[in-house]
């Protein structure tokens, strides 16, 4: 086949795609995308100075007991009323069993408190249509719950998109009086930073 043939065959091909995939979400779609819980997790990190140790050490606790989803209109925004996820907080776990404890019943009160829940409002720089594939830097917008305060937050995320699964690879600071919360204060820690980093490794897929 004419190169100049070839190229044609190659441009409708591709053209083909994009329109097919326009369609899939035209005028009228809804995208909805759910966590797969078993391959997901949330982290904490906070900066802490143990007694008798030299070094400051970071505090992680992480669970992967997440719920919920996004969905989106034919124009890529948020659907507002539909997009939540939640973190069941008492199953945060850590490698020291007596800071989770202490962070359970004192800072955060998780038999009134059990959930974290962040209800995303607007993605930012992310190219609608979806594409099958690739990576895209984004910045996620949306109300953080934490305990009885809600705030306004942003989260960087990297979203790599393969077919009908997402993956979301999202970071956040902020302090801990933002949400109402107190600095721990136990005998074997010296000091603890006035930050909280949260981590969300999500894997979203597509619900049919």
Request: zero cysteines; charged letters at 25%; proline letters at 5%.
């Amino acid at each position: 086949m004419p190169g100049r043939a070839r190229g044609a065959v190659l441009l409708a091909v591709a053209v083909a795609g994009l329109v097919s995939l326009a369609a899939a979400q035209g005028p009228g779609t809804q995208l909805r995308y759910g966590v797969v819980a078993e391959r997901s997790e949330a982290r904490y990190r906070v900066r802490e100075q143990l007694a008798g140790v030299s070094f400051p050490n970071d505090a992680v606790g992480s669970t992967g007991a997440i719920e919920g989803g996004i969905s989106l209109d034919a124009q890529g925004r948020v659907i507002t009323p539909d997009s939540r996820f939640s973190v069941a907080l008492r199953t945060l776990r850590s490698d020291e069993a007596r800071r989770d404890n202490y962070l359970r019943r004192n800072t955060l009160e998780t038999d009134r408190y059990p959930t974290v829940v962040f209800s995303p409002t607007e993605v930012r720089g992310l190219r609608f249509p979806l594409p099958a594939s690739g990576t895209a830097s984004v910045t996620l917008v949306g109300d953080l719950t934490v305990r009885d305060a809600t705030r306004r937050i942003t989260w960087e995320a990297t979203m790599t998109f393969a077919g009908q699964e997402v993956s979301v690879r999202a970071r956040t600071v902020f302090r801990f009086e933002e949400f109402g919360l107190r600095i721990p204060r136990v005998a074997v820690v010296l000091s603890v930073e006035d930050t909280i980093r949260l981590e969300v490794d999500l894997l979203l897929r597509r619900s049919p």
